[in-house]
């Protein structure tokens, strides 16, 4: 008997490969759905909300005939994993071709979002060092440059994203149909207000004033360099060093706490805003394309923060160095990229 969806296992289909198939025990029929309904879970809500009655049915009658079958489980689970993807746009064309784009831009915007928390962090390290002495070489400043530029073309990225997304619900509010969109523009505006208002207020503190003055020293002007480092002063060691991190003042520690969570806020008013604004397929196809520019981007960021980190530049006083943190930052940034570029490309083949 097949599952209700290419991606669910075919629980109730023949299998002797469990390790007591046609075994003598048996299960009451209440502690079978219990185990049936542990094992929806691998699914996501929507595909439970569709297939999940019928399909309960199946895993019970499967769990009632094969009581411990490690191979349903594996099966169920890889079904289980292989429909979140879906979900969320990462694998798949579905007969809504318009909502699996919006996933896929959501899922693209999460790994951006991810991205750019890590890559400015590394940044933010870059350009500090940067306002106090010249790099010691050439790799280093290449590196800075190409990592700074990358940075202008995610502001104009962001922008141009931002702005069809936010007519559109503004036009649908004006309307009167604000159902749905209420919640998720309160929630960014929230996020944002927040990042904005503590990156400020501890961007006072930024380690990069009073540098001595070289040729170009004014590449990245000192405000925008010290917002990047107050927000992203939760990618930091020192969690790793509790005894050091307890030096810390109590509001530094609470923003580094509180920051992610902002930022987190902000993304998900972005992505239910994406899934609940109804975008036209030509807007559709204009953030896909932005998408894949925002690839690029990232691709080149990228590439910037591995020749810093593989040139090995200490500089004074080791103000370039870059420790295990900056490493462990470039291989979050390049799985974000990868699911970002899965995300763009499921996208376009949606949209096609």
Known sequence: ?????????DAAGPDASGPDA??????????????AARLLRWYPKGWRSRYGEEFTELLISDISERPGSWARTADVA?????????????????PDASGQARASLVSLACCVTVFLIFGAALWSQLII????SEPDTAATIAATVVMS???????????????????????????????????????LLAGTAITVVGGRHFGNGWPGTGGHPWAAQGLVPGGVAA???????SVSSYWAHP????????????WMMLSPLAVASAVGGVAALIRRTELPPRVLRFEARLGTAACVTMAVFLAGCCLWIVGRDTGPEQLFHAGTIDVAGAVAMAIALLVGRQAVRQARRNLA
């Open 227 to 233: 917002f990047s480092w107050a927000s992203t002063l």
């Open 78 to 94: 890889r079904g289980g994993i292989v429909a979140r993807l879906a979900s969320a746009g990462l694998c798949g064309c579905g």
């Open 22 to 35: 046609g075994g003598p025990d048996l299960v009451s029929p209440e502690a079978a759905a219990r185990r």
């Open 1 to 9: 008997m097949s599952a209700p969806d290419a991606a669910a296992p």
């Open 149 to 187: 530029a990358a940075m202008l073309a995610f502001g104009v990225l962001a922008l141009a994203a931002a702005l069809p997304v936010a007519w559109r619900a503004v036009s649908r509010m004006r309307r009167g149909q604000s159902s749905g969109l209420i919640g998720p523009s309160a929630l």
């Open 129 to 132: 060092g940067w306002q106090w």
């Open 243 to 254: 005894a050091a991190l307890a030096g810390f003042p109590w509001a530094e520690l609470a």
